[in-house]
């Protein structure tokens, strides 16, 4: 019944089904908004999570738009934002990972990938079930973290040398899984994981 949009300078922008404006917000200071601020979100409930590329993350009522908590991270985020239960899964640029409550930010857990110079301009992507999360980071690493903990479980690469300086910056797809497997490809492979093993 609604539809929420953010413009160039970070303004979010609720609007009703018939297109009306029901609430307009903005989080950022000036400085912030000349960044032109990319977000990303995730919904639970009322609240909808929102990461941005210049290390910002936060919280908002749905129905009023106003902020629950904000938060300010050393790194960009590059990801997509996946939600179980009352926490949510978030990388940054530097392929850390982070566990952290929707009602207060409060982070849980994290665990730092390996991670090169060269930033991807691609969205990192994340699967979960109820025991893990999959995620696949900028250098190819599959890595299957304790969904509760945050400790390993394992990890796999699909980078080699070769490849990484034949194409110079990664580009891998996103990651899908089905039953016990998980999907994705690089700029040369398609793979079919065990997500149990790997």
């Known amino acids: 019944d609604y539809l929420i949009l ?3 300078d970070g303004t979010l922008i609720r609007f009703d089904k018939n297109f009306n404006e029901v609430w307009k917000k903005n989080f950022y ?10 977000l990303f979100f995730a919904q639970k409930n009322n609240i909808l999570v929102i990461a941005d ?10 129905s009023t738009g106003e902020l629950i908590w904000s938060k300010n991270h050393s790194s960009a985020f590059n990801s997509e934002i996946k939600i179980s239960g009352d926490n949510f899964y978030v990388s940054d640029l530097n392929n850390l990972i982070m566990c952290i409550s929707i009602k207060t930010g409060e982070q849980r857990w994290s665990f730092q990938s ?6 991807t301009l691609n969205k990192t992507s994340i699967v979960l079930d109820n025991n893990a999360v999959y995620f696949l980071n900028s250098v190819g690493d599959l890595t299957a973290l304790d969904i509760r903990k945050g400790f390993l ?3 796999i690469s699909n980078q080699n040398n070769t490849l990484f300086n034949k194409y110079f910056l990664n580009q891998n797809s996103k990651v899908v899984m089905y039953d016990d ?3 994705f ?3 040369n492979e ?3 994981i065990d997500k149990t093993n790997g």
Do not use: M, T
Not at 29 to 38: A, V
Not at 53 to 62: C, T, W
């Open 185 to 187: 490809s690089n700029n």
């Open 114 to 119: 390996e991670y090169k110079f060269i930033k």
């Open 181 to 183: 497997s998980i999907f």
């Open 6 to 8: 953010f413009d160039g």
């Open 190 to 192: 398609l793979y079919s």
């Open 29 to 38: 200071s000036k400085l912030e908004k000349k960044n032109n601020p990319f």
């Open 153 to 155: 479980k394992w990890q």
């Open 53 to 62: 590329n210049i290390s910002k993350l936060y919280a908002i009522n749905i």
